[in-house]
């Protein structure tokens, strides 16, 4: 029977656990922040002299750690693309804008466990040489934003922020900025827009890679709240032990939302891949079976920005192999893998690990609307076939929803999905398609 895999959410509701330092430092809080401060430099196995902020992007590097926000990116790599010869400021952003439907992941580390999310930041931030991180959080986490707020100033009385951290030449000083409640600013360079103080229009890539052109037209990370809680874990057990955990490619644990006709609503951390689509659904540790009693009909896998896979669907997925082989496997639905490559294989996405189950009682044209309503009100209109796409994408399902049926619908439809996809800057277009 598979289980839970607790890590990041090691302490979250744990009894008698509070969001408070005094609380996080009897738990062992902070004890990785100094070891990585005090390593002294060593030679890597290929000879190279590394300080310890090489030593850290290194260990990132080697646990094939991806974002936990919803690309799946791997984190070591974006790290290495910042460039660290231009002699300007890097920065680092913590994106805490949650906003996909479906999702609560990292409200629960927020609210529940700040200075875990303070310390994997710090480390992150010691290891690319940044001066000044910012959180960018949800608008309407108004809690959540007094909560960072108090955490930092805690640990900036506590030595961990500010200049000279814990007796180093090392200095950080971390600011939390509250968004106005745009959906699109998730997206890494609407964000960066909107923290410059302009309308959250995502850039064209190239040029504006955040790596080089981010924030105030410096080098910048942009990493989720749960990748940036997974660093601290990888630098207190060590890169190849956390990619151990889970699976190929697929390394270390996630949390998943999981939500919608389940018995058990809630969130799950999980190793990457050794746990199945069906387990995270029936399973009584995980989704505990639907809630109602009807059958399956439909689950979205990672967001509303996931295709919506059907119930009774079978896939071929094509995996390559360590040595090169390549190995064609079928799967039904349920016994699909929950990691980033099978869902993507499969035809949809893991994303931001909410799943949304769906039985016999949904309209599934009703939720159709409701999904395309929401990209119409929440895009940001700088593309044209998404601003309009959108926007006829939910008028028309309205319309089908009334029982308005033209014999043409499903053509048309299809139509303006076809010419919203490929068309825009960013990927909201796609996820809207």
Same mark, same amino acid.
């Given at each position: 029977?598979?289980?839970?895999? @607790? ?15 005094? &609380? ?11 070891? %990585? ?22 260990? *990132? ?22 460039? @660290? ?20 992941? +990292? ?5 529940? +466990? ?35 707020? @108090? ?50 229009? /995502? ?6 890679? /955040? ?10 990370? *942009? ?5 940036? &809680? !997974? ?32 018995? @058990? ?32 009909? %439909? ?54 690990? !909410? ?20 990209? %119409? ?30 014999? +043409?619908? %499903? ?5 303006? !999905? ?14 809207? !398609?």
């Amino acid at each position: 029977m598979p289980t839970e895999y @607790r890590m990041i959410l090691k302490n979250v509701d744990k009894p008698g656990y509070t969001p408070d330092i005094a &609380c996080y430092l009897k738990h062992g809080g902070y004890a990785t922040l100094q070891k %990585a401060l005090r390593l002294q430099p060593a030679t890597g196995q290929d000879g190279k002299q590394l300080d310890g902020p090489e030593q850290l992007r290194r260990e *990132v590097m080697v646990s094939g750690l991806r974002g936990r926000g919803g690309a799946g990116f791997p984190c070591g790599l974006k790290w290495s693309f910042v460039d @660290r010869r231009a002699g300007k400021n890097i920065y680092l952003i913590c994106n805490a804008d949650e906003s996909e439907p479906g999702t609560f992941k +990292d409200k629960q580390i927020i609210y529940k +466990d700040p200075h875990q999310l303070l310390e994997g930041i710090i480390i992150a931030a010691y290891a690319n040489g940044v001066k000044l991180a910012f959180i960018y959080i949800r608008g309407e986490f108004v809690q959540g934003a007094a909560i960072l707020n @108090r955490a930092i100033k805690e640990a900036r009385e506590h030595g961990f922020l500010g200049n000279n951290i814990l007796g180093t030449n090392y200095s950080l000083d971390i600011i939390v900025h509250r968004g106005a409640g745009a959906y699109i600013c998730g997206e890494e360079t609407g964000l960066i827009e909107s923290l410059e103080g302009k309308r959250p229009y /995502p850039r064209i890539k190239p040029p504006y890679f /955040p790596a080089v052109l981010g924030l105030y037209g410096c080098p910048t990370i *942009v990493n989720n709240v749960e990748t940036l &809680c !997974a660093v601290k874990h990888i630098i207190e057990m060590g890169g190849t032990k956390y990619a151990q955990l889970g699976t190929t490619n697929n390394t270390g644990t996630r949390i998943v939302s999981i939500s919608g006709h389940v018995r @058990r609503p809630g969130y799950y951390e999980i190793e990457v891949g050794k746990v199945t689509l069906g387990e995270l659904i029936f399973d009584p540790n995980f989704g505990g079976g639907l809630s109602n009693g009807l059958p399956l009909k %439909a689950v979205i896998p990672g967001g509303t920005s996931s295709k919506i896979f059907r119930a009774g669907e079978k896939f071929k997925i094509t995996r390559k192999n360590l040595d090169g082989t390549v190995t064609v496997q079928e799967y039904d639905l349920l016994d699909l893998p929950y990691d980033f490559d099978t869902m993507a294989a499969a035809g949809s996405m893991s994303g931001s690990g !909410a799943i949304i189950v769906l039985d016999e009682s949904a309209n599934m044209v009703e939720v159709a609307a409701n999904i395309a309503e929401f990209y %119409a009100h929440e895009s940001c209109g700088q593309c044209t076939p998404c601003r309009e796409g959108s926007l006829w994408l939910a008028k028309a399902l309205r319309r089908l929803e009334a029982g308005r049926t033209r014999p +043409d619908d %499903a053509d048309y439809l299809l139509s303006i !999905a076809r010419n919203i996809q490929g068309r825009t800057i960013c990927a909201f277009g796609e996820a809207c !398609a």
